[in-house]
């Protein structure tokens, strides 16, 4: 029998290797920022094309690297941080090149140009999977620049689930301000497609936590620091008002590099316990300084994930420095026994079907149409393609039937969610909620296609302030939210000014629409369905009737007529049922 076990060739196990730690463009920024970070930069430049599928570029004022350790960087196994087995309990850096360097070179064109202050010359070197294709001196200023072009170009499958631009590029800002915030002191540029999303001066960290994350957090901030023999734990946590339902803005370091670690989240939200709802997660950047050799950084190839000797030891300790730094500041929650915990607010009976849209009537002539399909039911037709649609149109039909024996259409509300409505058939159970958000849906984008829109302009306009990210996602939605009837005008840096709302959105909600519409597309929006119906779907979630709202028998009426004018009745854009109708035979059973 011959053999089957083989070595693999160096540029495969480069790919596999690199398969672990770059995972996408984001994975590719982190590793040389971190690099950078370590070469003792005082400026750090980030450049990204196309989310940093076409170009991920760092350039920085760091030590350079020799012509040696240049070339030594891009073998596998070369680091600059071990040289016996007990340094992998001591890490303090966070590793000056190599490492990492080989597996990007192994999957991207990758040109490299440094230079050391004692040498008069920089050295060049172009790498394309795993291959020196050119090295040669230069001239280039003190420092080291890195360019990654074509990510995955010899990966097909790999480039081929990379994400869309915008959610890709979520990511690379995401280790962008991990980077950022461990390091106040450095300065720090980044560039999208020639846009400045961020420049970052050398400042101490309250300033470096405004400037990244907006004006609006300068309040909101609560210092912490503790020290212990131990632990020593310092940064910043938010008020509870500023608790946020969404995560994302909880940022924990541990010797200046960020980490995961639901345990120790837990810790500190435990803290707030009793001053946000459970729903709620709390802002903080905080630092753990702990001596090296108790912690283990090499559980996860990204290094994001840390083992500690006594965790729970540090659990207390982090949990007593949060409930010390509020108590010491005497921060007490605001509390509103009025408001509704839901983003749109409570809302009164008589305002929570916008009153611009009036009922969608039917004609006779469609009352006929209607009648007309039904007509058939009792014969034998149970194709299956025809099942859905027979059933269907029996229950609009049953609704418009123009008979004498016509049934009440009185309808009833059930625990403030569920439309209870009678047809000839048997009831409708429709969910409130999900009903509303197809009907407002539909209305939007009938006024996005049609142009249709009427703005109310505001007699005080409303200040937006964004995080420098989000200014280039709204830059995005801009054309898209104007359809809609939104009168926004960008108004310099990181601030737009809303003039005007649509018809159908209540003035003193606008701000937290925009707000919650640039979170969603931040978190989830792909725009693989399109920006249009991505903002129609986003405004109509946030903008629909709510659960647990009361409704009068005229506006319980009227959703019912408007849901059954729509295209789509049956479901939600979100995908959920709007309704389920129960025949009298089922009904019977039960009895």
Known sequence: MPDIIQLLPESIANQIAAGEVIQRP???????????????????????????????????????????????????????????????????????????????????????????????TATLIEVAASKIKKQEYCQAPNGTSISVKNLFYNIPARRKFLKSDSVELKHIIEEFKRVSLANPTIKFSLKHNSNEVYHLQDQNLRKRIVNIFGKKYNEDLVPIDTETDVINISGYIGKPSSAKKVKGDQYLFVNNRYIRSPYLNHAIKLAFSSLINKEHTPFFVLYLEIDPSKIDINVHPTKTEIKFDEERLIYQYLKVSVQHGLGKYNVTPSIDFEAENTLIGQRSPSTMIPTQYAPSKPSKAEKDAWSSLYQDIGQENHHPENVVRIQSEALESSLYNDTEQQVEKRAYQLHNTYVINQIKSGYLVIHQQHAHERILYEKLLKIMDNKEKVTQQLLFPITLDLKPEEVVLVEKLLPSIHQLGFNIEHFGDQSFIIHGVPALIQQENAHALIIELIRQASDDFDFNAGIKESVASSFAKQSCIKKNNQLTQEEMTRLIDDLFACEVPYVSPSGKKCFVDIDLQTLENMF
């Open 26 to 120: 984001s994975s590719v920024v982190k590793e040389l920022l971190e690099n950078s970070v370590d070469a003792g930069s005082t400026f750090i430049q980030l450049v990204i094309k196309d989310a940093g599928k076409t170009l991920i570029q760092v350039i920085d004022n760091g030590s350079g690297m020799s012509e040696t350790d240049a070339r030594m960087s891009l073998e596998r196994h070369a680091t600059s941080k071990i040289t016996k087995a007990e340094d992998l309990f001591a890490i303090k850096t966070m590793g000056f090149r190599g490492e990492a360097m080989a597996s990007i070179a192994s999957i991207a064109q990758m040109q490299i140009i440094t230079k050391t202050a004692d040498r008069d």
